[in-house]
């Protein structure tokens, strides 16, 4: 059984197989049905930093299928204090679980993980690094609005240096052949390392710091927050904070059918006057990380997702 | 689906058909059978205050009755310290589950969440606003002991005046036509406006700061802890903590079926010797708290209760 | 229904009647197949002190068996704060659930719950007192090794002053005619009460402060970590920490057969080059804390365990 630590343990057919097992577990996400395909399987929530909406929705996808969750629970009183290496705690924890979802402070210590573990690992979220489950939920939210997830433009807003999230999302995008926008100050711009990367792989990419420019023509506005914990200087975060603001009379030239994402927490980036526009996805993009979760963990734990799902008579 | 903010959310005839469930499902939180009617349900617990009573109780209610339980955790490392509005926090929470329960430092907070919600809302407490699922099990409990609610003396005793439980349960007291008797210290006392709302609902209404005179007389006497965090003065507190201690001793002149109440934690305001009495009902009250909030779940929910529940065969 | 507060609340035969049923276990708490004995029934887990392992591996039984958790959650934000007492708690919680286990930093805290509690009490360690369910699964893995638990070489090594689990595990052992040999510096010696106990049960024991003249003759090999918490000086820690470190090496003397055990955490007295010898036991010790939890959690709940469990059928 395998991992998944990065995006590229996935081909992009597995990706658009991913999607579609997604799509048919949504009646199962909104509790339509209940249909306990992990009946007897345990996860195990290894969540090294906070998170409030990666292990929720990692706990809601595991139940609403029958699964059950252990926590370790708060770090800080758990036996890493009593200096307990990562490699001793998964050897531990293999032993008491089917499946792992980790996140981790440390860029790589969710393959690390995996290296040494008996059950497959889901990465989510390690540091600087990836957070391929994140990537999907928005891949399922994109291809939902959109139909595909092909040849769309997408821009890319705020915080591209630091968010490990729109660098996992933009290689997977372009991918699938998407325009990608990278909207940022200066100071924030996207690392050079990833556009060189990007543009090996046939990315077509523009950069600006001018937002009102991109609005006309994306199909999707990827809003960022600004984490002021990753500023040193409290000065040099004052300048940048709140640069982009998105309010509802901004998105008058947007296209029809252009969607507004942001992974969530958002501070001030999205008034929320956006919320009752029909361009508004963010909600529903953190309830697609229920589906795209159970899909991802019925795969990783080898078990079939039926074709066919009703919305009030379980599996037919 | 509507949810329940406050104890005016539901008529008597409601409150008493709740109870009625409430008292259908006692084998079931006994654990002396298994109903798993919430089956594939999740309950999100939202306690953006500590609470060890309410939300163990809940979460043994939910479980007793086969569903699941997602909780936030601790409000210190959740996404509420990156800057989430408790509005952006309900929207993701409610696409994670069925019916959220929430206990909230700020009044208004529940109401809050239930304007926005898709699910329905249970408020467990919304700071010195309302807490009726406490008031259900407050009532569950003295309809056992007495089999009516309707015209009996109540001695409502210690901090009237911050205690959101006394005030909740005076106003659903007086509905069924009880008596009520206020017994606390001057600078504890029910405040002027609850006074007089409850008068023009037609209460009658005694106040004295002489615990003893009331015990004769009273059906129940429902004991409150002075909570040293209401008071910003270390010398006030002190003048007025343990200023009302129930013992054994004390309760010689009581009616035979004089019940004592307490929502718990208690401190010092009732003896250990009381525990062994015929009167004691607290612990109780307490375990009461899993029934009371499996029928509020159920009702919630749409579940239906079945009429009868026997304690060895599951529903008949 | 009985508790289990120390070792003595089980004869000889009832030992390997656990034993027996958590072997029978094994394919359930491997995942290779579901068998919810326990459906319907709730563990209150009670962890005043914190503990990864205990209590992960609590769950992680309860819910392979089809049970469910209700956790007490972090002891610094529920009532106790508020001034409740352990007495109180317990009569509350045990009208939550169905058994309880419970860590606590006092000694004798476990025994005193059991007294008023109307569920049975598993004893998840109580301080310097006993640590039962530690010593069941290290019973386990020691028999598992080598077929018996009669007549075996047992050296218990590090800190035997202050760590409850040599205490209990070497009650124990004695009790099926271990000898025993006490290896550790001066100042972390086993009390002389306890050695005077041992002896009057006819325990063969002796004392050294050489690791390496033990390992040729030891059947098991029980290492311990060394904790700085416990040392009121600096210097005093620094003069024992890390004095004795087993390394794959230094077991080239050792008998095939011979395991080496850790309770975890393990600090620096196991080199991981230990890891990949066939004498190494300590990651399926931890994980044998499991099956030896899912068997005791049945006995005390009254609940056979089958005869026979098929590792792809449930049961036959």
Redesign the interface.
């Known amino acids: 059984m395998a991992s998944l630590i990065t995006m590229d343990d996935l081909t992009n057919e597995e990706i658009i197989e991913v999607l579609d097992n997604a799509e048919r577990l949504l009646p199962v996400a909104r ?1 339509e ?2 249909l ?1 395909l992990l ?4 996860l ?1 929530n290894l969540f090294f930093e ?1 998170s ?2 990666t ?3 990692f ?2 996808a595991m ?2 299928l029958g699964g ?1 969750v ?1 926590n ?3 770090v800080k ?3 890493v204090v ?3 290496t990562l ?3 998964i ?3 293999d ?4 499946i792992i979802a980790m996140r981790h402070p440390r860029q790589g210590a969710a393959q690390y993980a995996s290296d040494s573990a008996r059950v497959p690992i889901l990465n989510g979220g390690d540091g600087a690094g990836h957070h391929p489950t994140q990537t999907m939920l928005d891949l399922f939210t994109i291809r939902q609005a959109h139909g595909t997830l092909e040849g769309l433009n997408v821009a890319l807003v705020g915080d591209l240096r630091f968010g490990r999230t729109v660098h996992s999302l933009s290689h997977a995008l372009v991918r699938f052949g998407c325009t990608l926008t990278f909207v940022s100050p200066e100071s924030l711009s996207m690392p050079d390392e990833i556009i060189s990367d990007l543009k090996r792989h046939g990315a077509d990419i523009t950069e600006t710091a001018d937002l009102s420019s991109v609005i006309p023509s994306a199909d999707v506005i990827y809003m960022t ?1 600004i ?1 002021k914990e990753r500023f040193p200087d409290e000065d040099e975060y004052a300048r940048v904070a709140g640069i982009f603001k998105l309010c509802a009379a901004d998105l008058s030239p947007a296209k029809g059918g252009m969607i507004v994402m942001h992974p ?4 001030s980036e999205i008034s ?1 006057d956006v919320d009752n526009t029909k361009h508004a996805r963010y ?2 993009q ?2 697609n990380g ?1 589906v795209a979760r159970m899909s991802l963990l019925c795969r990783l734990l080898n078990v079939e997702v039926p074709a066919i799902i009703s919305s009030n008579g379980g599996e037919n």
Chains 1, 2, 3 share one sequence.
């Open positions: 509790g049905t209940y306990p009946e007897g399987k345990i195990g906070p409030t909406r292990r929720m929705s706990e809601t139940k609403r059950e252990v370790l629970g708060d009183t758990s036996s009593k200096g307990e490699f001793d705690m050897q531990m924890v032993g008491y679980t089917d927050r984490q969530l927490p958002r501070v929320p909600f529903e953190a309830f229920v």
